[in-house]
């Protein structure tokens, strides 16, 4: 394929020549010259540019109607002999016709004429003046090669012809000119889409599998099929990809379980991506089989161990880093399933591991991969002294470790106020020694950072599983809504307390995270249980029998979360199921506050306006749960 070559200038001395000449890089190796001028020879035989041009003016129309030569004189000799008007003109649109009160020149070729083809003196800009090409230029002759730009109107760039630059066009035919098509590239195959959709959607939040192009380049050195046929079919999850979904996901559950398929960290990958895929497409028992069977894996292999990444990295940085990735990759779902499902327990959680923390994700994609930190590194920043800057996917394992520490709380989940309060000690240093640079989920190009954005939903996640048991306010309108987990009663109390106002702060960050501007489905699907947790919270909220004074911010809040979950449902079958549980569980409580509102006295204390106002809310929350959810029905 040409490559664009570098501009190349055009000598000062080149011309206004004619656009053929320019175009075939054959312009006429003179200064630029009046029209109606031609350069004289000088006594060597070569134009000398430092005399004054001896001109002679171009023939008249009378002479060269005739085809004859015209001395240039005013009037020429044979118009004074046929005492005939002789006119000079400068081009077609500058002849207006014979002379006032003129005799008529019966020799005089009329300007609708076709101009002769050969012979006399010619310039471009003359009536009836031929270039100096023979034929006009065709697609078969026509050597655009070279082709002239246009310039960028700078005050550095010289006026005029001379100052023009050439740029080879990639598109002709640098031999004899003619156009041809730039070579078109084939149609993708569908497991190459499916692969490009698994890197676009899915790998911002699972980042752990070597880049696209080094991936690719490697599976053809090595056998890697069992990882791609698992990349291919979460992929295809994302697109329209027909019945090859079917077929890719029964290869890589024949590939992953097959006798000969070697435990390695690219089984490891491989198993990964599939058990978070079966987990958002409602399969959560099978993903589960699989994550057993990858932590056991995972384990077998020392992928915990510090030395993993050296000895089966090859001596090359990026390889080794994507080691790293890969266990804590693996910690991170074990985590998430563990919290959202309240089904496992979080078992490498308890794995002492001394894997070196991932890098920033800049760095692990450019290869500029630096010296790795490690968990005790960042666990004695504050007490160290030392001005350490941590990647995004490290406060990422740091979240997920306090979700494991509050899943070790006796009592089963429902922990006492002490415990509670350790916990969230925890969450709140967090959140607190963040550096300016992690406190939202921009980086500094303003760009998502999908790792910060699961590390401030794990915490806000925390939050809400922590604190709920304890914070008196009723979930029993929300007990039908068990699309991720079982519901989780809690009894209600006669005022909001301090849990209630954490658990309410966290679903309202939750909500606020869906207005980044980003497509919904690049994050990871855990994102959909998340959403359902604050759901719980907001429809929980909005079933309180007594006056709302922010109904209008809950609405919204009620709205950003059924919006999300409609996006993820066209990718995620888990985030079907949430939308569809959470919109009956709304129009369960509208029906409710409607029966109470009917009775005169529920409004006593209240103002006309507020009335209305709540009366109104209610109203549209309905009209829009409804409106969102019926135009994504299919």
Not at 539 to 545: D, G, I, Q, R, V
Request: glycine share 6%; aromatic share 8%.
């Amino acid at each position: 394929m040409d490559s664009y070559s570098q501009p190349t200038s055009v000598a000062p001395s080149m011309s206004n020549g004619s656009p053929t000449e320019l175009f075939n890089g054959l312009g006429p190796e003179m200064s630029s010259q009046p029209p109606h001028s031609t350069p004289a020879p000088s006594a060597s035989g070569s134009a000398d540019p430092r005399a004054p041009p001896n001109t002679v003016q171009a023939a008249c129309l009378a002479c060269r109607s005739k085809h004859l030569k015209c001395d240039g004189r005013n009037p020429c000799s044979r118009c004074q002999t046929s005492d005939s008007e002789c006119v000079y003109v400068a081009s077609r649109r500058g002849y207006k016709g014979p002379r006032r009160n003129a005799a008529p020149n019966p020799n005089k070729r009329h300007a609708t004429d076709s101009p002769p083809s050969v012979g006399g003196d010619n310039c471009p800009m003359l009536l009836g003046a031929t270039v100096s090409t023979a034929a006009p230029p065709s697609m078969a002759t026509f050597n655009p090669a070279l082709v002239i730009p246009e310039s960028p109107a700078t005050p550095f760039a010289p006026s005029g012809m001379n100052s023009l630059q050439l740029f080879r066009n990639p598109y002709l035919n640098g031999t004899n000119g003619a156009l041809v098509e730039a070579t078109p590239r084939p149609p993708q195959t569908v497991p190459e889409r499916c692969i490009d959709s698994f890197y676009y959607y899915f790998y911002p939040g699972h980042p752990a599998v070597l880049p696209k192009e080094q991936l690719l380049k490697l599976a053809k050195e090595r056998g890697l099929d069992h990882l791609l046929a698992a990349m291919r079919w979460v992929g295809s999850l994302y697109i329209d990809a027909g019945p090859a979904r079917a077929t890719f996901f029964e290869e890589a559950m024949r590939l992953i379980y097959a006798p000969d398929t070697i435990k390695d960290g690219y089984l490891v990958q491989a198993m990964v991506i599939l058990l978070i895929g079966l987990d958002g497409s409602c399969q959560q028992e099978k993903a589960r089989e699989i994550l057993s069977d990858v932590e056991r894996i995972a384990i077998e292999i020392g992928l915990y161990t510090r030395a993993f990444a050296t000895m089966n990295g090859g001596g090359i940085p990026r390889l080794e880093e994507s080691w790293r990735r890969t266990w804590w990759d693996l910690f991170v779902v074990d985590g998430m399933v563990a919290g959202v499902h309240r089904q496992t327990n979080f078992l490498l959680f308890d794995i002492v591991a001394d894997v070196g923390l991932p890098c920033e994700e800049h760095e692990y994609t450019s290869g500029n991969i630096p010296r790795p930190m490690y968990l005790e590194d960042f666990d004695d920043q504050i007490f160290s002294g030392e001005e350490r800057e941590f990647s995004s996917f490290a406060y990422r394992v740091a979240s997920i470790r306090n979700l494991g520490r509050m899943m070790r709380l006796p009592n089963g989940g429902f922990p006492n106020e002490e415990s509670v309060n350790r916990i969230e000690s925890l969450l709140s240093n967090w959140r607190m020694h963040l550096p300016a640079s992690k406190r939202d989920c921009l980086n500094k190009d303003c760009k998502l950072d999908e790792m910060m954005f699961q590390a401030h939903m794990i915490n806000h996640a925390c939050s809400i599983i922590l604190h709920q048991p304890l914070s008196q306010l009723d979930s029993s309108p929300a007990r039908d809504v068990t699309a991720c987990a079982p519901h989780r009663a809690v009894s209600s109390g006669d005022n909001f307390n301090l849990h209630t106002r954490h658990i309410i702060t966290a679903a309202c960050e939750i909500s606020k995270m869906v207005t980044y501007n980003v497509p919904i489905t690049s994050h990871t699907h855990f994102f959909t249980c998340v959403l359902t947790l604050s759901s719980i919270v907001h429809l929980s909220k909005w079933a309180l029998e007594y006056f709302i004074h922010d109904e209008d911010d809950l609405r919204q809040q009620i709205r950003l979360n059924i919006g999300a979950l409609n996006k993820l449902s066209n990718v995620w079958k888990a985030a079907n199921n949430a939308s569809g549980q959470v919109k009956g569980v709304a129009q369960e409580i509208y029906r409710a506050k409607k029966a109470q509102q009917s009775n005169p006295s529920f409004w006593v204390g209240f103002t006309q306006e507020e009335i209305i106002s709540s009366m109104s809310a209610d109203e549209s929350i309905m009209s829009e749960i409804n409106t969102m959810l019926t135009s994504s029905a299919p």
